[in-house]
């Protein structure tokens, strides 16, 4: 393994006075490298010896290329099946750039695809990035979707921003 060189892992984030949790997770993205993000959703998707490790791993990482990859995965998938656990996996490992896919799993024609998906804006909610136009309209979404499911876990979602901050 290689020693890190923080300063200009720093300098490359511009990171080098105020650093934001964000900050550290593009890091340990940087460090850990986009071959092995991706080869750790390959894994879950694969439901490999190693997928509950991999899961784990990438949820405490909630790395952006993870992100990224599982949304590929999820347009790619054939089958219902790897759609579903895509979306799964993405639910527990995404941070702030899940928002951008919420519309477009919101949408999907399985009800399950969209239950993984309004647990997304949950998981959003309580990581504290929920203070966006983008995750609004997501939410709104989900409590106008058509299956009830769906509806109540954004009803529950709306209820953890509520006791966090007050009504929207």
Known sequence: MEVVDWGALAAHLGAQRTVSSEDARRALSLIVGVDAIRSAVDEYLAHGPGSELARTTLRLLRSPEASEYCMEQYR?????????????????????????????????????????????????????????????????????????RVREVARDARKAIERMEGPL
């Open 76 to 148: 790619a998938a054939a089958h219902s099946e790897r759609r579903l656990d895509a979306v799964e996996l993405l639910r527990g490992t995404c941070g702030p750039e899940g928002l951008s896919c919420l519309e477009e799993l919101l949408r999907d024609e399985s009800d399950e695809v969209a239950y993984w998906a309004a647990h997304i804006i949950t998981e959003l909610a309580w990581g504290g990035w929920h203070d966006s136009d983008e995750y609004s309209d997501a939410l709104s979404s989900a409590e106008r979707h058509p299956s009830e």
